[in-house]
T-cell receptor
Framework: DAKTTQPPSMDCAEGRAANLPCNHS???????VYWYRQIHSQGPQYIIH???NNETNEMASLIITEDRKSSTLILPHATLRDTAVYYC????????????FGTGTSLTVIP | NAGVTQTPKFRVLKTGQSMTLLCAQD?????MYWYRQDPGMGLRLIHY???????AKGEVPDGYNVSRLKKQNFLLGLESAAPSQTSVYFC?????????????FGPGTRLLVL
């Protein structure tokens, strides 16, 4: 079952911030929000995850709304190498996980 | 660290042939997964393992078998390949920190069944 909804595609100008939205209105209280990306048929790459609070790492920032029904992944200064499919996943694990990847958002960074 | 490696990278099979895909990880992870990805689709979970000697079915297990005899290896078998199994297969391994999990993926195996 699809737990998340993402736009199928987005464009972003190089050097600008890329804001990728995700809707997860049925998220449970103990489920985390994860973001992965897949660059041109390579294996998916972990980006960031969070539960309630906003998170930031060297790759991106994750903004989760107060009601936790949606989130936004922010790539602060998009480069051409950020062109990829971005997957938003919600999941909880205590004995190993089953991630549902969906079809994600295809982000194209334009020179 | 090599991370997660997959063997082979590419394979062509005829319908009815069998083969085994090997996934190896050197990160001492407990959990390992096999996914398949069809063109224009997201990844779908085939089977997974939460530890050595354990396996469990995922979303699309039919036509596949798996084994986890050693912690570092997770094998995916196709006993009688069908054209519908043409796909890219990704292996992943992970560890848990509390209820948080990060999966690390291999580069994929491209399988064509004629």
């Amino acid at each position: 079952d699809a737990k998340t909804t993402q736009p199928p595609s987005m464009d972003c100008a190089e050097g600008r911030a890329a804001n990728l939205p995700c809707n997860h209105s049925t998220i449970s209280g103990n489920e985390y929000v994860y973001w992965y990306r897949q660059i041109h048929s390579q294996g998916p790459q972990y980006i960031i995850h969070g539960l309630k609070n906003n998170e930031t790492n060297e790759m991106a920032s994750l903004i989760i709304t107060e009601d936790r029904k949606s989130s936004t992944l922010i790539l602060p200064h998009a480069t051409l190498r950020d062109t990829a499919v971005y997957y938003c996943i919600v999941s909880y694990s205590n004995t190993g996980n089953q991630f549902y990847f969906g079809t994600g958002t295809s982000l194209t960074v334009i020179p | 660290n090599a991370g997660v490696t997959q063997t082979p990278k590419f394979r062509v099979l005829k319908t009815g042939q069998s083969m085994t895909l090997l996934c190896a990880q050197d990160m001492n992870h407990e959990y390992m997964y096999w996914y398949r990805q069809d063109p224009g689709m997201g990844l779908r979970l085939i089977h997974y393992s939460v530890g050595e000697g354990t396996t469990a079915k995922g979303e699309v297990p039919d036509g596949y078998n798996v084994s986890r005899l050693k912690k570092q290896n997770f094998l995916l078998g196709l006993e009688s390949a069908a054209p519908s199994q043409t796909s890219v297969y990704f292996c992943a391994s992970s560890y848990l920190t509390g209820a948080q999990e990060t999966q690390y993926f291999g580069p994929g195996t491209r399988l064509l069944v004629l």
